[in-house]
């Protein structure tokens, strides 16, 4: 249950029991319940801060990061934790003129906020196209407040990464000016992995400013369930099938087209089964491949209440990772770390070198696939399949060792927490409970 709060005179909820401190600000444009990655991360972030004895509130927005008809309250105390959600910041991401819209609108309200905020002890800014991140770098310039600066994605390399976008470009070239402001008055850099960290020192030297933490695995979140006990695979016919799944954001970033004509490949195969979860632009391309080839052997489904998210990715045997051929250090494929905290071997479908490249090196818990190589996905899917059960398992609970070994999320979530404390000039003030 959640402690009594009570309200400040700008409306600000705090635990009654909390003595007057300094605020760290959080500027997010997801946030829990959304289910978008980023928002978990930042709501864990905040209530570790919290439980540790700080004042933290949260501006996020009041609709969802991909789905703007779901609506979420405007104040809320969660689990000590402060979040006022701002109206007109989010109208989905069909196109790059709404959604950029909807982060202009939250990044203008967020500055004039961040501004007139009382006793900020510094903010937290994370990766949200083209506005918000910069919204926070200036007004704590302004306000010569510590930034700390997440970067979750890197979208001024990514836009050009993808083709949307000219190199050279007047719009390109204002992202790439955006970010290096923002390099520049952050006082911490967060990177999620160590070729994120390079190209960021490419392009403004910060690597004296710069911690690598990945995004850690929501373990709390996350329990191995058997697949005879599985509720999942007893709900979407999977019981006696070998399970595919591809779970997670379905975006350019994380081409399936390959994954998907293996699919088609394997259509007359009974014992396989393709699943995808979760949402995103890329969706309708399993959709349409689903329906052009009257597949019976894929499914294509939302994403997962987090209450949930343990069976769901608990129902595969195997685990799809995917990453864009040239967006190596741009974006960081985090949903190998849930697949990784169920006890399930990878299918990396991408380039070389690259984060999940370098976790396949070091325990051999799966298999690697270049973008294209059709024949090499159905070899691959094949492999697995005929793997004996307990050389798959035992790749599993390789992958689980990894994590609990290098990137549990007690360890991550309390080194970055740590790292908040030392740059914001806050004392660790653990609250029991």
């Given at each position: ?14 635990p ?10 959080v500027?997010?444009p ?7 990655a ?6 864990e ?15 996020t927005?009041?609709?969802g990061?991909?789905n ?8 809320e ?7 006022r ?20 609108s ?9 501004l ?5 002890a ?8 083209p506005f ?13 407040r ?13 836009v ?42 490419s392009?403004?030297p910060?690597?004296d400013?710069?911690l ?17 006990a ?8 999977l019981?006696?099938?070998f ?7 379905h975006t ?5 087209t390959?994954l998907?004509?293996?699919a ?23 959709q ?14 939302p ?5 949930q ?11 799809v990772?995917?990453?864009g ?16 905290a169920?006890?399930?071997?990878l299918?990396?479908?991408g ?5 999940v ?11 690697h696939?270049?973008?294209g ?8 899917i ?20 990894i994590?609990?070994?290098?990137l549990?999320?007690?360890?991550l979530?309390?080194?970055?927490c740590?790292?908040?404390e ?9 609250v029991?409970?």
């Amino acid at each position: 249950m959640p402690a009594a709060s009570s309200q400040s005179a700008d409306g600000t909820l705090y635990p009654a029991s909390r003595p007057a401190a300094k605020t760290v600000l959080v500027l997010t444009p997801t946030f829990v319940p959304d289910p978008a990655a980023v928002g978990q991360h930042m709501a864990e972030m905040a209530v570790e801060m919290a439980r540790r004895g700080h004042r933290v509130l949260v501006y996020t927005a009041n609709r969802g990061y991909d789905n703007p008809a779901d609506h979420y309250p405007a104040w809320e105390d969660y689990h000590g934790v402060s979040v006022r959600r701002l109206p007109l910041s989010s109208f989905g991401k069909a196109n790059f003129l709404t959604r950029a819209l909807g982060t202009l609108s939250f990044a203008v309200q967020c500055f004039f906020r961040v501004l007139l905020k009382p006793r900020v002890a510094g903010i937290v800014i994370t990766t949200s196209p083209p506005f918000s991140d910069l919204a926070g770098a200036i007004a704590g310039w302004i306000r010569r407040r510590p930034v700390v600066y997440w970067a979750m994605d890197l979208y001024a390399e990514q836009v050009v990464a993808l083709g949307r976008m000219e190199r050279g470009s007047r719009a390109a070239r204002i992202l790439q000016l955006i970010q290096r402001f923002i390099l520049r008055r952050s006082t911490k850099v967060i990177a999620l992995d160590r070729f994120m960290a390079q190209l960021l020192d490419s392009r403004v030297p910060v690597a004296d400013r710069t911690l690598v933490i990945a995004p850690w695995p929501l373990e709390s979140h996350i329990a191995a369930v058997p697949h005879e006990a599985n509720p999942f695979r007893e709900a979407h016919g999977l019981q006696g099938k070998f399970v595919v799944m591809y779970s997670g954001n379905h975006t350019p970033t994380n081409p399936l087209t390959t994954l998907l004509e293996a699919a088609v490949r394997l259509k007359d195969d009974p014992d396989i089964r393709f699943v995808f979860v979760g949402g995103g632009r890329g969706k309708q391309e399993v959709q349409d491949t689903i329906a052009r080839h009257s597949l019976t052997n894929a499914l294509s489904l939302p994403y997962q209440p987090l209450a949930q998210l343990g069976n769901s990715l608990s129902a595969a045997d195997v685990h799809v990772v995917s990453l864009g051929q040239r967006l190596v250090g741009i974006c960081h494929p985090c949903k190998v770390y849930g697949a990784m905290a169920v006890g399930r071997p990878l299918l990396y479908l991408g380039p070389r070198p690259s984060h999940v490249s370098d976790l396949l090196d070091a325990g051999e818990i799966g298999w690697h696939v270049d973008h294209g190589d059709v024949d090499g996905m159905v070899a691959a899917i094949r492999a697995a399949r005929q793997m004996p059960e307990g050389r798959r398992e035992e790749m599993g609970r390789r992958a689980r060792m990894i994590l609990q070994q290098r990137l549990s999320q007690e360890a991550l979530r309390g080194q970055l927490c740590d790292e908040l404390e030392r740059t914001m000039g806050l004392s660790g003030r653990t609250v029991d409970g």
